[in-house]
């Protein structure tokens, strides 16, 4: 006896959709209030001035102004350090 029905319907085909995160506009770019900035799972960047951390740590504008990345030094809970990225808009 055969496992599956003849002809049945395919085990396969049940891939989810891309939720395209990553950055969305670059360092020296100009971006207006509310404007997304960049999309990520957790806090892998960090919010800087004139920024804020939505539900789903997406980072977005609350000024008119120009993006800046920087680079800075964090001191996790158990002592160790470690580089963190901040995005702010100037």
């Known amino acids: ?6 002809l049945g319907s395919t085990k396969l085909g049940r891939d989810s959709r891309a939720k395209r995160l990553g ?10 209030t509310g404007q997304i900035i960049l999309r990520q799972r957790g806090t892998h960047y960090l919010p800087g001035k004139n920024v804020k951390l939505a ?20 001191t996790k809970f158990d002592g160790n350090r470690r580089k963190a990225t901040i995005v702010a808009v100037v």
């Open 1 to 6: 006896m055969a496992h599956t029905k003849a």
């Open 23 to 32: 950055v969305k506009i670059q360092d020296g770019q100009k971006v207006m």
């Open 55 to 74: 539900k789903d740590d997406t980072i977005f504008a609350m000024k008119n102004g120009i993006v800046k990345f920087g680079v800075t030094m964090k």
